[in-house]
């Protein structure tokens, strides 16, 4: 049994996710580091966290800030050397934390030296590296487009046929119907096991099996979603767990787009022949970003419920959740859930929906910054943006289509832009927020003044120390890793009310969405009730504005 709990380590950790770009620079070039990282372990030690998720650190033109990867086993230059990477490494262990390195096997970048061979001509060894296809009556195969506008073909001159990519077209997909790029995607992951890291975020993994009937055929949704959850999805995930998988006890999350449960209970098993657990999008779908990610829509709380209802109770026993709120492909969560409107509303909705999450079954994630409530950013202009897909949505929308106002767009940009949580990790209130000494290569949230880790750090009612104790939590409470969850309240609009539940206690938690002062229904709570935790310093009749409230009972 103890054997079986060690090879699930990771049920009983807090993921903390580092946009290596943005969290500290070292070298004084204005661009996160490697040695920037170890400068900050201490911080991350007493945050309490188990695992940092690197964002991708190996050599790559940053078309896609790293995802587009031109070489597996080395690292970019502006982020430091292999000898700084097995030095974070080592450091990190020694406290007692986790690596876990982020993967992207779904395409590759166009100067890798695959695609580079792949394209000189049709029968180079590495032609079958990518996918290929012939045009239709002179045109692309079919009007699937890219994740990034567009279309998902890429039409090659030399060679006179199309490739598929369902990113930038500097993302070439891998064909993983190829037995060679499954060999050679396995033996970069052994590597990486070799050298002791404990794990992968496997970006985009359940597209990379596509359907050779579908090529030449159009389709009303994006490519993307066409390939989601191919037919051979998970002959290749089972076999990536057969060559590398298992040779030890590896935290691994699948990025799952356009999953249902019925997916996630095939991508992460419990009995672990596939992954440890995937992130699903459903419910940062909530307010339709998924689908129409610019607009000004708000979400509504009963949806939000709903949905993560369904994925508590529908995993429950079967398979495993990942929490998050947010990451380096979501606005900040305090501003697309919370209420930053005044600084007291900011402190409490943030601790709130650090609560609401962190009670639930799964693995929580913490975004770099999102510990100190960190929001999103007040871009004035185009030029502030660096983010791939936030360029080509304004070219598309604005220049191309003519459906969006400018004003319009540079709005909804500031709403859900990737860039609002890939700006400088707030140290403290010296120049550029104690990221970089040199002007970072993203702009600074100007409110670093006043919202940074020194602050919050003497302070101890700050959003911080409220994570701290919900990540100590975790390892205290096993009714926090294995108790049933069931919603109550459920129809309520404004109330996020939930139980957890094992053989002998209970957890309830009330969360206050809305800054109105509410009636909840306290007919739940038993008499030897005690609270675990909050967000106010004491307990009223009515739930206050943004008030969370977690109550810990015996049955």
Not at 33 to 42: F, K, Q, V, Y
Not at 151 to 164: G, K, M, V
Not at 214 to 235: E, F, L, M, R, W
Not at 500 to 515: A, G, M, P
Request: charged share 25%; proline share 4%; hydrophobic share 35%.
């Amino acid at each position: 049994m103890e054997d079986k709990i060690m090879e699930q380590w990771w049920k009983k950790s807090v993921v903390y996710q580092i946009y290596v770009r943005s969290f500290q620079d070292s070298n004084h070039d204005g661009i996160g580091d490697i040695n920037g990282i170890t400068s900050r372990l201490d911080y991350l030690e007493k945050l309490g966290v188990d695992v940092l998720w690197l964002t991708p650190i190996y050599e790559s033109p940053n078309d896609d800030n790293g995802y587009d990867i031109s070489d597996y086993r080395n690292i970019l230059d502006e982020y430091g050397t292999m000898e700084d990477f097995d030095r974070l490494l080592l450091e990190a262990h020694q406290r007692g934390i986790k690596i876990v390195m982020d993967l992207v096997f779904n395409h590759t970048s166009d100067k890798h030296k695959w695609f580079i061979e792949s394209q000189s001509s049709k029968d180079n060894p590495y032609r079958d590296y990518y996918i290929w296809k012939d045009p239709k009556d002179g045109d692309v195969p079919s009007n699937w487009t890219s994740c990034f506008q567009g279309s998902a073909w890429q039409y090659d001159e030399a060679t006179q046929q199309y490739y598929l990519h369902l990113f930038s077209k500097k993302q070439p997909d891998l064909n993983w119907q190829n037995p060679k790029v499954r060999e050679e995607c396995f033996d970069i992951m052994n590597y990486w096991v070799d050298k002791g890291v404990d794990g992968f975020r496997l970006d985009v993994i359940n597209l990379i099996s596509k359907d050779e009937d579908k090529y030449y055929t159009d389709s009303d949704i994006k490519g993307h979603q066409v390939c989601a959850n191919g037919p051979h999805i998970h002959d290749y995930l089972q076999e990536m767990n057969q060559q590398v998988l298992s040779r030890k006890p590896l935290l691994t999350v699948g990025e799952t787009p356009a999953v249902t449960i019925e997916d996630g209970i095939k991508f992460a098993p419990l009995d672990g022949r596939e992954l440890s657990m995937i992130f699903q999008f459903e419910m940062m779908n909530v307010d339709g970003a998924e689908v129409n990610k610019w607009t000004d829509q708000r979400f509504e709380l009963l949806d939000l419920k709903r949905i993560m209802t369904r994925w508590q109770v529908g995993l429950y026993q079967k398979a495993w959740n990942s929490l998050f709120w947010n990451n380096h492909d979501q606005p900040r969560c305090v501003s697309r859930f919370g209420d930053v409107s005044t600084p007291f509303y900011h402190e409490k909705s943030a601790k709130m929906l650090a609560i609401c999450l962190h009670m639930m079954q799964g693995t929580p994630y913490i975004y770099q910054g999102e510990e100190l409530g960190m929001t999103n950013v007040p871009f004035e202009s185009l030029e502030d943006y660096r983010d791939i897909e936030s360029f080509n949505s304004y070219k598309q929308l604005v220049e191309i289509e003519k459906t969006v106002k400018h004003e319009d767009m540079l709005r909804y940009l500031r709403k859900s832009s990737r860039d609002n949580a890939r700006t400088p990790m707030q140290w403290d209130e010296t120049i550029h927020a104690g990221f970089s000494d040199q002007e970072p290569w993203i702009m600074v949230n100007p409110n670093y003044l006043t919202l940074n880790a020194s602050a919050q750090l003497s302070d101890p009612n700050s959003i911080f120390y409220t994570y701290q104790k919900l990540i100590q939590l975790r390892k205290d409470y096993d009714i926090i890793t294995d108790g049933k969850y069931q919603l109550i309240m459920e129809d309520d609009p404004h109330i996020y009310a939930y139980k957890r539940i094992s053989d002998h206690q209970e957890l309830i938690i009330y969360c206050n969405f809305s800054s109105q002062e509410l009636d909840y229904d306290c007919s739940y709570i038993h008499d030897d009730a005690k609270i675990l935790i909050s967000n106010y310093d004491d307990c009223a009749h009515k739930l206050r504005a943004y008030e969370s409230l977690v109550f810990i009972q015996n049955i």
